[in-house]
């Protein structure tokens, strides 16, 4: 992603012209893009949210992929994520589980937040990974702290990708 801001902002006006447009809503719709955006290029994020910008396709891709990874390693059921909470947690990373997906839930039913992203990703979850995590082999040794470091800091990043930056109104007609 960051290499496509660079990209974008070096770009002569006739590559400018055959980049994709996306709205600013779009860029707003996750923290961590957003706050990538403020600090690489400020001016985008006072514009309006309607307002369409070229961007260089590497953003888009670097984008995608940060939403289907921070979705993927989201602690829920037979996910990335659900695995490594169990793994870091134990038998607590049912609790986990479940906690998120009451998060996900409560999220989906406010309106500020609801988002067609979201919406489609947890029908995925109801609808295909119902059943249980598979227990683990050894639910009593510990795994070392630079493990759980590693497994808080992607959950971190999962929130920081899925959480609106301010300014962001779900009412802005974009797909996420």
């Given at each position: 992603?960051?290499?496509?801001?660079?990209?974008?902002?070096?770009?002569?006006?006739?590559?400018?012209?055959?980049?994709?447009?996306?709205?600013?809503a779009?860029?707003?719709?996750?923290?961590?893009?957003?706050?990538?955006?403020?600090?690489?290029?400020?001016?985008i994020?006072?514009?309006?949210?309607?307002q369409?910008?070229?961007?260089?396709?590497?953003?888009?891709?670097?984008?995608?992929?940060?939403?289907?990874?921070?979705?993927?390693?989201?602690?829920?059921?037979?996910?990335?994520?659900?695995?490594?909470?169990?793994?870091?947690?134990?038998?607590?990373?049912?609790?986990?589980?479940?906690?998120?997906?009451?998060?996900?839930?409560?999220?989906?039913?406010?309106?500020?937040?609801?988002?067609?992203?979201?919406?489609?990703?947890?029908?995925?979850?109801?609808l295909?990974q119902?059943?249980?995590?598979?227990?683990?082999?050894?639910?009593?040794?510990?795994?070392?702290n630079?493990?759980?470091?590693?497994?808080?800091?992607?959950?971190?990043?999962?929130?920081?990708?899925?959480?609106?930056?301010?300014?962001?109104?779900?009412a802005?007609?974009?797909g996420?």
């Amino acid at each position: 992603m960051i290499f496509g801001v660079y990209r974008t902002l070096h770009a002569s006006s006739h590559a400018i012209a055959s980049f994709p447009t996306l709205p600013v809503a779009w860029f707003k719709s996750s923290f961590l893009s957003g706050a990538i955006l403020s600090v690489l290029a400020p001016k985008i994020m006072t514009l309006p949210l309607s307002q369409p910008i070229p961007i260089h396709p590497l953003f888009v891709v670097g984008f995608s992929g940060l939403l289907s990874s921070a979705l993927n390693l989201l602690p829920v059921t037979r996910l990335d994520g659900g695995r490594a909470a169990t793994a870091a947690m134990g038998r607590y990373g049912e609790v986990a589980s479940l906690a998120t997906f009451l998060c996900v839930l409560i999220a989906l039913l406010s309106k500020e937040s609801a988002s067609t992203l979201l919406w489609s990703w947890m029908m995925f979850v109801v609808l295909f990974q119902r059943q249980g995590e598979i227990p683990s082999r050894d639910d009593y040794t510990e795994i070392n702290n630079s493990r759980l470091n590693l497994w808080v800091l992607s959950v971190v990043f999962s929130v920081l990708t899925l959480v609106p930056f301010p300014g962001y109104n779900s009412a802005a007609p974009i797909g996420l």
